[in-house]
């Protein structure tokens, strides 16, 4: 159909050309040849453009060919009137196949809008799926699997404990930057990150909307707050760890479409568990500064560290411990690791070390044992460690 605008167009055109047309006939411009080809013209072109168009013109043409004649048939009126009848049937079949095209093109946007609503609830339908998926994953056998992996490590060492955390996060859940901040007094201070973080080594209370609504509601997403006036350095999400707090998990880099996804739930039972392993960390750490400055600890601290190390050996990280005597001691502790927690104890009246050695099985206490015959000889005395 014409539009409204096209329509009037039309009509404004055609009524000069009509009256035109129809002048000329009293001249007998087309008195050879009875048929109007001018009217053959406009009457074709109104049939294809529109029907109601077709029919204001052909009111028109019967109106100026009654008048030409003056009620009077003529050589004119017969094949005149014999166009108009042909066209408007033609008129009428156009239009019966216009408005068919019209419902077709109708139906085919129709039909397009449902593939598109389809499309879309598949969409919504796979996510859903992969939703359940993960669910399923990680509230079954996967969460049970990390936990055996996150058990494994070390806790002697902080700055290997607190990376291997984020590491293995990381690794999991296929989230590539994830950071873990210590807090305190208003303060957060970077403990490890697999990768350079938003937020820096430091920050503190304020300078992030995420992590100020972290501290209140225990998790808090970016996308979840894009109301707020946000700064330069938000981090996709953040997840409070203990109840005080202690700290905060952070996650700088991950798949927004994973964003939909219940990652702070599970991220959270992971931050209750480093909320435990932080204060048993600290404390041994604690535990470590209080070395005397010839390297040996106090033998209380040494009883406690080593049942630190026993809860490991539960988990899978050995430990093995030896006490030897020697009449240099200095020189004995010089043939120790750093990391080997010796303290002095005495014996039928002679001071001897007790050594306890971090990730050592009975086949590496055999080797140790082996050097050190090796390098001290008959002049080293090995006593029963208990």
């Known amino acids: 159909m014409a539009s409204s605008k096209n329509f009037k167009l039309l009509i404004f055109i055609e009524m000069p050309l009509i009256y035109i047309a129809a002048a000329a006939a009293d001249y007998h411009i087309t008195k050879s040849f009875p048929i109007k080809f001018t009217w053959l013209v406009l009457l074709i072109y109104s049939v294809r453009r529109d029907m109601i168009v077709h029919v204001i013109s052909s009111a028109i043409f019967l109106l100026m060919i009654t008048y030409e004649t003056r009620l009077a048939l003529n050589s004119a009126m017969v094949p005149s009137t014999v166009i108009l009848g042909v066209s408007t049937l033609i008129a009428l079949i156009n239009n019966s196949r216009v408005h068919g095209i019209q419902q077709l093109t109708y139906d085919i946007r129709d039909r397009e809008k449902e593939i598109n609503d389809l499309k879309e609830k598949i969409i919504y339908l796979n996510s859903i799926i992969e939703d359940l998926k993960s669910r399923i994953f990680y509230e079954g056998e996967g969460l049970s699997t990390l936990f055996l992996r996150l058990k494994n490590i070390r806790t002697d060492n902080p700055k290997l404990f607190y990376k291997d955390f984020v590491e293995t996060i990381s690794t999991f859940f296929s989230i590539p930057g994830i950071s873990v901040y210590r807090y305190r007094r208003g303060f957060f201070r970077l403990l490890a990150a697999t990768k350079p973080t938003t937020l820096g080594f430091t920050f503190r209370e304020g300078d992030s909307v995420v992590v100020d609504e972290t501290l209140k509601k225990g998790y808090a997403k970016l996308i979840d707050l894009l ?132 990730m050592c099985d009975e086949e590496g206490k055999e080797k140790i044992m082996k050097r050190l015959k090796g390098k001290f000889g008959d002049d080293l005395e090995i006593c029963d460690v208990d």
Do not use: Q
């Open 227 to 358: 109301d707020e006036k946000l700064s330069d350095v938000e981090p996709w999400m953040a997840i409070k760890i203990g109840e005080e707090p202690k700290g905060v998990l952070i996650v700088d880099e991950i798949d927004p479409v994973k964003l939909k996804k219940p990652y702070e739930k599970y991220l959270s039972s992971l931050c209750a568990w480093f909320d435990v392993m932080l204060e048993r960390v600290e404390e041994f750490e604690i535990l470590k500064n209080l070395r005397h400055s010839d390297g040996t600890y106090p033998i209380e601290v040494y009883e406690k560290l080593k049942n630190e190390h026993m809860n490991m050996a539960e988990r899978g990280l050995p430990f093995s411990e030896i006490c030897v005597c020697h009449d240099n001691l200095l020189e004995l502790l010089r043939f120790f690791r750093e990391d080997d927690i010796a303290t002095k104890i005495n014996i039928g009246g002679k001071e001897c070390l007790k050594v306890l050695l971090p």
